[in-house]
């Protein structure tokens, strides 16, 4: 009886290693592609079955940044701030929880550590979300955004967990739950942010801005302007962000330049804060010497989020950006004329062969604000700001880049009374009269008829602050009317 069962079992085993051989050879023989393709389809889908019995779990995995390092998935945004809500419900599930600032002063938002797991349960079926990060890679690829701290960041990841059996459910209604709610927890979570660019390496994990919670107290009702033109500038702006229907319908990315020009301390960082708070949007203030190259500029727009204004101040100071062009013509020229200089070749410009410091160039600002790039993303206001309009290239300034330009001009009689009133809580006043004829004449910031009217002590009043405000504009027009009579003896002179 053994030696019979031990025959049966070398034929069995004779019978099968023949049956791989004979497959074998005629697996190697087969001449027909099409059923190589057809016998490895079917063997695929056997193998895939037996995993699923094995395995029945399914992953789905959200990376942090889209395309590459060159823009953090709304995706990834969502679940985060939809696990937030999660990890609180998770009680003692999570171990290891990273802490926030909130809105309110005392709370704290928590979100997973890496390599946690926190379950969640979705109408009847259960997922499990992991926290994780891999290394950057070590190898020397090329990276489109060059080094910086950024590049060399962890990558990291959300990565879910269901059941097979629960993929419909999952990919049709879970995920797209996650999404909605995320957004949610994120506006009732939003604290407006003031971003600036970091210099040299100093870019963060999350990209190349760093803030901190935009707190200016500025608005439309303290902004010291006349009144139709400030009416026109708000009715601007609500224009803008009720437009998005009508610059999809025109053809125009999402997006509008205010250009903010005048003497120095005339408003125009505080016009830029009054935006911010009457439109609710962040503010991203852009410090050009610290862009090194104009794809860098490129990124910086990029990693900006929709409903924010975009602020380049004193632009005309920031960088060589003024007369770029006439400065090439004029170096051709001279080098034409220059018999001295071989080949009459004319230097390259300073921004080709400057090897430190910022080489943005003149093209790379006006690509930034209206060129392909600027359709990325939507609801966008950029603002330049400038004591010297006329430095600025026209190219930079026309309209389609800066569409509004809005002069910040002296202090007028209502941007006056308005000052007044918010200082010093007065709306008439028998010097009133002494500081209209004098505002005629004399030219006077907006900043300095404030600081005119800032009691200084316990004992300064309504009566001694404007008292002041008189003596100084008093000042200020004679010093201007003694500017002219030596300016018109010297036109005398120069006749004689």
Not at 1 to 9: L, N, T, Y
Not at 325 to 343: L, M, T, W
Request: glycine share 8%.
């Amino acid at each position: 009886m053994e030696a019979s069962g031990w025959s049966s079992s070398l034929s069995s085993g004779i019978l099968l290693s023949l049956v791989a051989v004979v497959w074998t050879v005629l697996w190697n023989n087969l001449q027909g592609l099409q059923l190589q393709q057809f016998v490895s389809r079917h063997l695929s889908r056997h193998a895939r079955r037996l995993a699923a019995i094995v395995d029945p779990y399914l992953t789905i995995t959200i990376a942090e940044y889209d395309g590459g390092r060159m823009k953090r998935s709304d995706a990834y945004k969502e679940v985060q701030a939809y696990l937030q809500r999660a990890t609180c419900a998770a009680g003692g599930g999570v171990r290891h929880l990273k802490a926030e600032t909130a809105k309110d002063v005392d709370a704290l938002v928590l979100s997973m550590g890496d390599n946690e797991e926190v379950a969640d349960a979705f109408q009847g079926a259960t997922v499990w979300w992991l926290a994780y990060s891999t290394p950057p890679r070590e190898d020397n690829a090329p990276s489109y955004w060059g080094g910086g701290r950024a590049a060399r960041a962890d990558r990291r990841f959300y990565r879910l967990f269901f059941l097979d059996r629960d993929r419909d459910l999952v990919l049709r209604e879970y995920l797209p739950h996650v999404r909605r709610e995320g957004r949610a927890v994120m506006v009732k979570n939003r604290q407006r942010k003031l971003f600036t660019n970091l210099s040299g390496d100093g870019y963060d994990a999350d990209g190349v801005w760093s803030h901190v919670v935009f707190e200016h107290p500025k608005t439309f009702a303290t902004l010291a302007m006349d009144p139709a033109k400030k009416k026109e500038i708000m009715d601007d702006l609500d224009a803008f962000r009720n437009g998005k229907d009508y610059y999809a319908r025109v053809g125009k990315a999402w997006k509008r330049g205010y250009l903010l020009y005048g003497p120095p301390g005339t408003g125009k960082s505080t016009m830029v804060a009054a935006m911010a708070n009457h439109l609710d949007y962040d503010v991203y203030d852009i410090e050009l010497t610290s862009v090194r190259t104009n794809t860098d500029l490129r990124k910086l727009f990029i990693e900006t989020t929709s409903k924010s204004i975009i602020v380049i101040e004193d632009i005309d100071c920031s960088l060589e950006l003024t007369g770029k062009r006439k400065n090439k013509n004029n170096n051709k020229k001279k080098a034409n004329d220059d018999g001295d200089k071989k080949d009459g070749a004319a230097e390259p410009p300073p921004d080709e062969t400057d090897t430190g410091g910022s080489k943005v160039t003149l093209s790379g600002v006006l690509n930034f604000i209206d060129g392909l790039w600027s359709a990325c993303g939507g609801e966008r206001i950029i603002v330049f700001t400038t004591n010297h309009v006329e430095k600025l290239d026209p190219a930079l300034i026309r309209r389609g880049r800066m569409d509004k330009h809005i002069e910040m001009s002296y202090c007028c009689f209502e941007a006056f009374k308005l000052l007044a009133k918010v200082y010093l809580d007065v709306e008439s006043h028998h010097l009133f009269d002494a500081v209209e004829t004098l505002l005629r004449e004399a030219n006077m910031a907006p900043a300095d008829v404030a600081e005119n009217l800032t009691p200084k002590s316990a004992s300064d009043d309504a009566e001694s602050c404007l008292s002041g405000l008189v003596v100084e504009l008093e000042k200020v027009l004679a010093k201007k009317e003694g500017k002219g009579k030596d300016a018109a003896d010297q036109a005398d002179d120069d006749e004689e």
